[in-house]
Every structure is written in structure tokens, then in C-alpha cells.
């Protein structure tokens, strides 16, 4: 599932060059970028939006649009969203602000603060260390990452009951080899900086990011954000966005994707990643951290791109750009920003779906900051969520000519007094049956790669279809086999009866 993610990073982090290698001091286009937006918007539904642009050390426009919920109350800058996997940025940077007071150590194995941490295999255990989890090379599946999507677990133990559960858990692939995104690995991250620390994670977030940022109108619970306007998300659900108020939340997430934000407390947390850990005189964390922060890991590249503490970046003439992502079943976020240029973005969206709207809620990043800079508005990728559609439709289609044609058939060979071929007519079409049933509901979720339950959280159209069309097919099997045994009484019942 988060391939995609990757490609679309990869995409914006090529294309945001363009408009940020042009160094104008023109006046923002407020009204070209008002426009673009409010156009975006209409055509792909997205009820609500807010986004901050910074230059340097100011934030030189930010906006709300559209609602922010079925009570029609407006999007502000002041609106608080959830964030989703920009989150991991602010696990990273406690981090760092720990290893800097000299209390981890980037190489120190995760068993030096939690002692009691296992896997199935514990010498495994024993070689992750701090720096294989901020750069996603632990060896950790993200198909371990999404089980906690569901739960809502918000007791407050409930970072460490996650982490224990992880004690029969085997690696995907080697430790420190080669990248995997994985939720998990931040969520590690959330708990030591709990246990370092002696404080909460949320208490420590708070005390000594967000505060120092000035960021109001942030929050570590989502009861708190809720009190203070936290924006309703919508979800994708077959080319239309529905009301999503209560998805799942559990504090099991939190450090890798649960925390709450606004357009402009994001645009102060931009302003000091573009000033090298600078938000104006408070150092969030010194230049020299913030530069260990963001060193590329060899072994953490996709592509041309690395994952380096929370965020990828790729080099573009030699100047690193980065950019981070966040999607959730109602809710997408983007954030880039150039520390050479003095360009960041950030836009907060209260509407999600995994898999087939994606490309569009990234789109106004990249847009908004060519106009920025004086560009025309690039292409905007196609909207593929009606194709995912159409193409489900035609597998339905499919599956349901299927059950027409065997109806059909077993019936002309009822009607006929025919009896079915055993294996031709019964045993190959019923394995059949079930290999369909096994690739639809287990191995299709699987190479994404999540779960069916996780699936139709995430993205429950495309969920509800691939329920569907099992359904459809673990049906038709289950006829198959009545079927097959009303011809095989019939023909006992004839054969007695010729008998007699």
C-alpha cells in the first residue's frame, strides 16, 4: 500500500524542483492559488482544506477552505487536523532532541531502553538499534505496522501493550539492510522517548515541540482536538466523499501517525525545519543535529530517494528537498520544504482513501508552490479512482456471468437427466472456486500489503468490493456442492428405483 506513497513522493519531490529553482521576490498570487484551490476542490469533492506557505522565517499566506464537517462550520488556519504520518517527523525530532542531550544513542540497540523488548527471534531483537528504526531498515514488515489500525486502545499503557505484542513477531527481512515503511518502527520510537524521558510521549510532545513552536492549536488527544474544532474526516466510499467521524484511534499509533494539527502551527514547525531547527529565538534543536537528522541512509533508498528520519529526500542538482506524506482512511496531509531555498508547504485535508485518491489530495502541494514562484499550474495526475471502479465493475461483471453460465448449465443437465462428470464438472470448477476465493479475500490484501479487516478501514470501497466478489465466488462454490449432491441423490433414487 505504501508504494504508491513512495511514487507519488518521488513524483513531487522531482516536479517541486521546478518551481523552487526560481528565486523571486514577486508577491504571492493569492488569487491564482485561491482559484486553483477552489477549483481542485469542486471537481474531486474535497470538503475541507488548509494550507500554510513559508518563506525564511515567516509564514507568507495561509488559508482555510471549504467545511470543516456536516455542521458546515468553515475551515481555518486554525483548524485542527489530523496529521497522520507527518507524525513520525515529530517522533524523529524527540528523538534527536534526546540524543542530543546525550541521554540515547543513534546506535544504541532498542534493548538498552527497553530491556524487556523481544521478537521471535531475540538475537534479532538485540541488532535493531535506534537509527535502523528512524530510517526504516529494521527488518519489520508494514504488514506488522497496520495491526494496530484497528484498535482503540487508549488506556495509558497502551504505547508499551503493543510494543510486548510484537514478542512473537518475525522480521520481513534482514536488520539494517534494506528499507521497509513500517508504522511500527516509530511506535517503538514513541515509547522510548516515554521511558527516556519519564514523561508521556504526549506530555513530552507537547512540553518540548510544540510549545516551544508556538503551536496552539495542536494536540497529542484527540477528545482535546475534538473540543476545539478538530475537522471531521470524509472518506472515499465510491467517487464520493461520506461523513467518517469515528474511525478507530488508539494511543498505540499515536508516534506514527495520531497526532492533530493546524495549517498554521504546521507553518511554524516548517519555518523552523527550513532555518535548521530555528523558530524564532527558540533553537528547536541545534544545526548540527538537525543536519545528523537528515543524512541519508544507504541502505533506506527507494529509488533515487532515501527515507532519513521521517522524511524522504532526494538530491536535485545537488540541494536536498524533502517531503513527507500522511493518509488515512478521512484524512491526507503534505509537507515540503527546501532549507536552501527557504520554500516550505504544508496542506491538511480532511478527506482520505487509500489507494484511489491519493495522487489527487497530494496535488496541491506541488501546485500551490509552482504558483508560488511565478509557475504556470503543472499537469494534474488523472483521476484513477473512477477506473479502480469501472475495473471492479468488470470483474463482477465477470463473476457473475460465471454463475450464469454454470446455472444455466446444471440446469439444462437436470432438466435432461444427465448426469455431472465428476471431475470435469464438479471437482476442477469447485478448486477453482476456492483458489478465486483464497486470491480475492487473502492474497490480493496481502500484496498491497495489509489485511481485509485493515482494507476496509483504509480504503472500504475498494474492501467492500473484494468482499463482494468473494462472497460471490465462495457462493457459487457452496451451490456447486448442493447441487453436485442433489445429482448424486437423484441418481441413487434412479438407480433404486431401477432396482425394484
Known amino acids: 500500500m505504501k508504494q504508491l506513497s513512495i511514487l507519488l513522493c518521488i513524483v513531487v519531490l522531482l516536479t517541486i524542483y521546478t518551481p523552487l529553482s526560481a528565486q523571486t521576490h514577486k508577491p504571492l498570487d493569492i488569487e ?44 481555518t ?57 528512524l530510517s ?31 514478542s512473537d513477531t518475525r522480521l520481513n527481512r534482514p536488520v539494517g539492510k534494506s528499507f521497509e515503511y ?26 518540548h515541540i510544540f510549545s516551544p513552536l508556538d503551536m496552539t492549536n495542536s494536540y497529542t488527544s484527540k477528545t482535546e482536538a475534538e473540543a476545539q474544532g478538530l475537522a471531521t474526516g470524509y472518506t472515499y466510499f465510491l467517487g464520493r466523499p461520506i461523513t467518517r467521524p469515528k474511525t478507530p484511534y488508539s494511543r498505540r499509533w499515536l508516534p506514527a501517525g495520531g497526532l492533530m494539527s493546524s495549517a498554521e502551527d504546521m507553518g511554524h514547525y516548517l519555518i523552523a525545519q527550513v532555518n535548521n531547527g530555528k523558530y524564532r529565538d527558540v533553537q528547536i534543536l541545534s544545526p548540527e543535529f538537525i543536519a545528523l537528522m537528515r543524512q541519508p541512509v544507504n541502505s533506506a533508498k527507494v529509488n533515487d530517494s532515501s527515507y532519513v528520519s521521517a522524511w524522504w529526500t532526494k538530491l536535485v542538482e545537488e540541494e536536498p528537498f524533502f517531503y513527507h506524506d500522511g493518509n488515512s482512511s478521512n484524512s491526507h ?49 488523472p483521476d484513477i479512482s473512477s477506473f479502480v471502479m469501472v475495473f471492479f465493475g468488470i470483474v463482477i461483471f465477470i463473476i457473475l456471468l460465471n454463475i450464469l ?44 500489503p495489509t489485511t481485509l479487516s485493515v ?21 457459487t462454490a457452496l451451490i456447486r456442492i448442493a447441487v453436485y449432491l442433489a445429482f448424486t441423490h437423484r441418481q441413487i433414487v434412479n438407480t433404486v428405483k431401477n432396482n425394484n
Not at 508494514?142 to 510486548?164: H, N, P, Q
Not at 478527506?351 to 506541488?366: E, K, M, R, S
Not at 476496509?456 to 457462493?475: E, F
Open 32 to 75: 491564482a492559488i485561491d482559484t486553483y484551490i477552489k477549483n481542485h476542490m469542486a471537481e474531486h469533492k474535497i470538503p475541507g482544506l488548509a494550507l500554510s506557505i513559508v518563506h525564511n522565517d515567516e509564514i507568507v499566506y495561509t488559508q482555510g477552505y471549504g467545511i470543516a464537517g456536516p455542521d458546515g462550520a468553515p475551515v
Open 77 to 133: 488556519p486554525q483548524t485542527p487536523f489530523f496529521i497522520c504520518s507527518l507524525s513520525k517527523s515529530f517522533t524523529a525530532l524527540a528523538i534527536m532532541q534526546l540524543i542530543e542531550a546525550g541521554k540515547i544513542d543513534l546506535d544504541g540497540s532498542i534493548k538498552k531502553y527497553l530491556p524487556w523488548f523481544t521478537l521471535a527471534d531475540p538475537e534479532e531483537a538485540n541488532q535493531i538499534t535506534i537509527r535502523h528504526l
Open 136 to 166: 526504516q531498515t529494521s527488518g519489520i514488515s508494514e504488514l506488522t505496522g497496520l495491526k494496530d489500525f484497528l484498535s482503540d486502545d487508549i488506556e495509558d499503557d497502551a504505547l508499551e501493550r503493543g510494543i510486548r505484542e510484537l
Open 182 to 207: 513500517c508504522n511500527t518502527n516509530y511506535t517503538i520510537l514513541g515509547l522510548i522517548v516515554q521511558v527516556v524521558s519519564g514523561q508521556s510521549y504526549e506530555f513530552y510532545i507537547k512540553e
Open 333 to 381: 496531509s503534505d509537507i515540503a520544504f527546501s532549507s536552501k531555498r527557504g520554500w516550505g508547504i504544508v496542506v491538511l485535508i480532511n478527506y482520505g482513501g487509500v489507494l484511489t485518491i491519493q495522487h489527487i489530495l497530494g496535488a496541491p502541494a506541488n501546485e500551490v508552490l509552482r504558483i508560488a514562484s511565478g509557475n504556470d499550474i503543472g499537469n494534474t495526475p
Open 405 to 448: 453460465f454454470w446455472g444455466v448449465f446444471y440446469w439444462r443437465r437436470w432438466h435432461r437427466n444427465r448426469q455431472l462428470r465428476f471431475m470435469w464438472q464438479f471437482i476442477l470448477p469447485l478448486v477453482l472456486d476456492i483458489v478465486l476465493v483464497w486470491y480475492i479475500m487473502i492474497f490480493t490484501p496481502k500484496q498491497l
Open 455 to 475: 482494507l476496509l478501514s483504509l480504503a472500504p470501497d475498494v474492501g467492500l468490493v473484494l468482499i463482494v466478489c468473494g462472497a460471490a465466488v465462495a457462493l
